[in-house]
């Protein structure tokens, strides 16, 4: 876990590393939409090009003129940006379509790197979704919106505060959610009872630390970005289609648990009880849950180890 853990950080750094060099490399040229946005607002204007150097661009007709701008001016341009995100922050919370979006993309990403690592680690490529449909991993989702719904109004605190808050909030979303699989539906994902230092079956010393770790970057460096690049929806269609996802995503996770809690029954050997529990045995059988959620044990304990 700690390692799947400082794979994800390492893999949002370089993602950061890699967008700002496009930002800078944007803002040397006076290009990106962010650099049009502050010209249409007049954070901008025309002595951004003082000092600039112009050269021309293309093939054949379509020739353009492009422009170097200045070190000193540059500078003034990623102040420019910063002031422009730190007004949006400061004057749109996250809602509804921030949050949605949030867990979404937590979701898919935190799938696609647990499984890449887990390949390139330990040459196993198995299913590590969390729902029955689609690319997803809820428990990154709901830590996302979970971190970013608590640190939102304290981002500008303290690291250790940071730090500290975001250990306690990991570690109640994993003794919650592992405490609940394994009483609603007897199953189990993950335990740390072979570690020297766990708490419970699902809370460790080791893991609330990277737990504060994860909250400190998610806060300072990974939510202001992603909620400014999310922004407000403009238009009706942003808010159709998330209003759609929203109810996409609600029905898979409604039918994940009715599953899951059928998986636990049928392996004491009670029988459905009703239409709906007889469809779910039909279509989502043992075989079905033992392929699409390979990582799981269903009725039965995990292995301890004690890595």
């Known amino acids: ?85 730190e007004d949006f922050l400061d004057d749109n919370n996250p809602g509804f379509y921030q949050y949605v979006i949030i867990f979404l993309v937590a ?5 696609v790197l647990e499984t890449v690592y ?3 680690t330990f040459g196993i490529l198995e299913s590590r979704v969390g729902l029955v449909w689609g690319p997803f991993s809820p428990l ?21 505060q940071l730090f500290l808050l975001s250990a306690v909030l990991g570690g ?3 003794q919650v959610a592992g405490w609940s699989m394994e009483q609603f539906a007897h199953l189990q ?13 699902w809370v460790a010393w080791r893991f609330l630390a990277m737990w504060g770790l ?32 929203t109810a996409f995503i609600t029905l898979d996770i409604v039918m994940t648990v009715a599953c899951f809690w059928r998986a636990g029954q049928r392996s004491e050997g009670v029988p459905p009880r009703g239409p709906f529990e007889a469809y779910v045995d039909t279509h989502f059988n043992d075989d079905f849950m033992a392929r699409t959620f390979e990582n799981m044990k269903v009725g039965e304990d995990l292995p301890v180890s004690s890595k």
Not at 61 to 73: G, K, P, Y
Not at 107 to 111: A, F
Request: hydrophobic share 45%; aromatic share 10%; proline share 3%.
């Open 1 to 85: 876990m700690i390692r799947i853990s400082l794979f994800i950080i390492i893999c949002f750094l370089l993602f950061r590393a890699v967008s700002g060099a496009v930002s800078r490399y944007q803002d040397r040229h006076g290009a990106g939409a962010s650099f049009k946005r502050m010209v249409r607002q007049g954070r901008l204007d025309a002595g951004v090009y003082d000092d600039a150097v112009w050269f021309e661009v293309g093939h054949g007709r379509r020739r353009r003129l492009r422009s170097n701008i200045s070190r000193e001016q540059q500078r003034v341009i990623r102040q420019a940006r910063l002031e422009m995100r």
């Open 189 to 201: 994902s993950w335990t740390y009872l072979g570690l020297p230092d766990h708490i419970t079956q």
């Open 107 to 111: 979701s898919v990403l935190g799938l």
């Open 172 to 174: 109640l979303l994993e």
């Open 140 to 160: 990154y989702g709901f830590g996302a919106v979970l971190l970013t719904a608590v640190l939102w109004p304290l981002r500008k605190r303290p690291v250790w």
């Open 118 to 120: 887990t390949f390139v």
């Open 214 to 245: 994860i909250g400190v970057l998610w806060c300072r460096v990974i939510m202001p970005e992603m909620v400014y690049r999310i922004g407000e929806p403009t238009s009706k269609r942003q808010k159709v289609v998330v209003g759609l996802l």
